[in-house]
């Protein structure tokens, strides 16, 4: 039976490890989403002061309600595993509890034996009352064995009794815990009332202004055309010169470059991806799309782009006003567009998370600081969501 038991609560024990484990890994989730939160509130202040809408702050609420609801699900989840490790700490403390009255009652009964009572009265006379030596030796190894026996009676109640104790106290942070968290899923959840209001009212604004946002849309498309020309000229010329010729370094480099995929870092050091690679749905326009050979990563006001693999700097140009700068990664090449300042130039060799320029915040466009990020394989356009660090 006690054999039983000890295996039900070895068992009970490793599952409440492997759940306290969920609960912190949901609780670590929870932090870095409200950090996210805390990223895009200060992006949404420093657009422009006042409250027209335009398709940044549009694209900022977008992400802002996405990530608050990516948030109030983790908080569900994280309020379940609150609830079974509760239930788990109660279970085991049953468990502990029904051990502990066992001890408890064989004990009283241990007390109570005649012989005991005996050896209490004059254990003295219970060894001298011995026939002969072998019988006293006897008597004394059992006195010494029963005292033994009844010291490990008393070392388990009180061993029991500590662990009662110990998940008294778990349970009691365990309820505070659920309260905290329940506290930031009401306020999470207002949060998110108010944003999928404030995002309706804009919504309706910026329909009303569909020309101007077409208008928009038809320019943006043709710088990012433009931009698109310029890069694959660049990259072409400097493909069709190393054809076949790669030098063991750079076949060495390139094979590190594909090993890192999907762990390369991000070229900000914070931000979001405000476009995804590909052909997209624009945010307001019905019918129309957007067909991006790259991702836009918008962050905060001065943020600085950076190498997200060692290489070498093999192109700098200008479009579109802005800077951009091309790595040579073997016979990969990653693009950094819309910089102002840079701290490189043509054959400097950078490495993973060396700072390339200042991105730039645009005045016109309700202060936005966006990165337009590319990964090409030879000629080849790849999607670097696919290649970063998730």
């Known amino acids: 039976m006690k054999r039983i038991l000890y295996i039900c609560l070895l068992a009970t024990l490793v599952t409440l490890s492997l759940m306290g484990q969920s609960v912190k890994e949901l609780e670590k989730q929870r932090k870095q989403t409200l950090q996210q939160l ?60 029904q051990e502990l009255d066992s001890l408890k009652a064989d004990y009283v009964n241990l007390v109570r034996q005649t012989h005991y009572a005996s050896m209490q009265n004059s254990p003295l006379l219970f060894l001298l009352s011995a026939s002969d030596f072998q019988q006293f ?56 009332t108010r944003d999928e209001r404030k995002q ?58 594909e090993k890192n995929k999907g762990r390369l870092p991000w070229p900000t050091e914070k931000g979001f991806v405000s476009g995804q690679f590909g052909v997209q749905p624009h945010p307001t326009l019905s019918h129309v799309t957007v067909n991006n050979r790259g991702i836009y990563i918008q962050t905060t ?39 102002t300042t840079l701290y490189v130039k043509m054959g400097d060799k950078l490495q993973a998370k060396q700072k390339i320029g200042k991105i730039y915040t645009d005045p016109d466009n309700d202060n936005q600081t966006e990165i337009f990020f590319q990964i090409r394989k030879d000629t080849d356009v790849l999607n670097p969501t696919l290649w970063l660090a998730q």
């Open 38 to 97: 805390e990223q895009t509130g200060k992006m949404l202040k420093e657009t422009k002061r006042n409250e027209t809408a335009t398709i940044n702050k549009l694209n900022l609420l977008n992400k802002d309600i996405k990530t608050r609801r990516q948030l109030i699900s983790n908080i569900n989840a994280e309020i379940g595993a609150l609830d079974r490790e509760m239930q788990t700490l109660k279970a085991e403390k049953t468990v502990l509890q």
């Open 137 to 192: 030796y006897r008597r004394l190894r059992y006195m010494q064995e029963f005292a033994q026996y009844r010291r490990q009676q008393v070392q388990q109640i009180e061993e029991k009794q500590e662990a009662i104790d110990r998940q008294n106290e778990l349970l009691q942070t365990n309820r505070k815990n659920k309260q905290n968290v329940l506290q930031v899923q009401k306020r999470e959840q207002d949060n998110l």
């Open 301 to 339: 006001a001065g943020a600085i782009a950076r190498a997200v693999y060692e290489g070498e700097v093999s192109a700098v140009f200008v479009s579109g006003g802005q800077n951009v700068v091309i790595l040579k990664h073997g016979n990969y090449r990653t693009v950094y567009s819309n910089l």
């Open 200 to 257: 309706k009212q804009m919504l309706t604004e910026l329909k009303k202004k569909e020309k101007t946002l077409l208008a928009q849309q038809k320019k943006q498309q043709q710088k990012a055309n433009e931009l698109n020309k310029q890069i694959d000229r660049l990259i072409q010329k400097d493909v069709k010169k190393t054809a076949n010729t790669l030098t063991k370094e750079e076949k060495l480099l390139a094979g590190g470059f």
